[in-house]
């Protein structure tokens, strides 16, 4: 069974422009949860998508914004992208909802802003 | 809210000795999942071990077990007969079970350094 992946693995953005990053699930697996980990702030939530419908949202600006499409593929955007935007967003997917559900994270997509 | 806690930043451990990473938490919700994440230079969290406020056992998986103090809000890992390959971050991470979402709140991590 292949596992979570993230694409792309790594880009490259100036301040100002907008990006695009996606994951998609383990096969089977509906919720799919963001997370972004900077040296200084480390990892924080961003947002949950089950069934297509946002779930959770972490404590982040109107900046970063979200999507699940039916296959359970989801898509994070960032518009307006700032230096301190700059991280390694990780992508969760787990079968279902609650503590109890194993999250299987991807690699990650390493995301530059200069 | 929900706040985690790792206090020791880096660690060192002789190959095949075991070691104890600690975490506490604070939280109000009453049921809650406690989880242990690793995470080598490549940058993906793997899954370690998971521990319900309510398990009356502690959880254990193959070298690594947690230990699990509820009324200390204490949920250590120990990893027994440490390999190089163990050489990684290490995050403590928790969900409240109240909303049944998957939002975990992590700790800011230990890294262990194994030594041959």
């Known amino acids: 069974k292949a596992g979570v992946t993230q694409t792309p693995r790594y880009l490259i953005k100036t301040r100002g422009q907008q990006v695009t990053l996606s994951c998609s699930p383990i096969s089977g697996h509906r919720s799919v949860s963001w997370y972004q980990q900077t040296p200084g702030q480390g990892l924080q939530f961003l947002f949950e998508?089950?069934?297509?419908?946002?779930?959770n949202k972490g404590n982040f600006p109107g900046r970063f914004s979200g999507r699940q499409f039916s296959n359970s593929r989801s898509e994070m955007n960032v518009s307006t992208l700032e230096l301190g935007d700059s991280a390694l967003y990780l992508c969760a997917s787990s079968l279902g909802r609650g503590a109890h559900n194993e999250q299987f994270f991807g690699p990650g997509t390493r995301l530059t802003v200069l | 809210a929900q706040k985690i806690t790792q206090t020791q930043p880096g660690m060192f451990v002789q190959e095949k000795e075991a070691v104890t990473l600690d975490c506490t938490y604070d939280t109000s919700d009453p049921s809650y999942g406690l989880f242990w994440y690793k995470q080598p230079s490549s940058g993906e969290m793997i899954f370690l071990i998971y521990?319900?406020?309510?398990?009356?056992q502690n959880a254990t998986e193959g070298r690594y077990s947690l230990n699990f103090q509820k009324a200390r809000k204490s949920a250590n890992l120990v990893i027994s007969a440490s390999q190089l390959g163990d050489s990684a971050m290490y995050f403590c991470?928790?969900?409240?079970?109240?909303?049944?979402?998957?939002?975990?709140?992590f700790g800011g991590g230990t890294r262990l350094m194994v030594k041959p």
């Open positions: 521990q319900g406020s309510y398990d009356q």
């Open positions: 991470a928790m969900s409240p079970m109240w909303n049944a979402g998957n939002m975990l709140t």
């Open positions: 998508y089950f069934s297509e419908t946002q779930r």
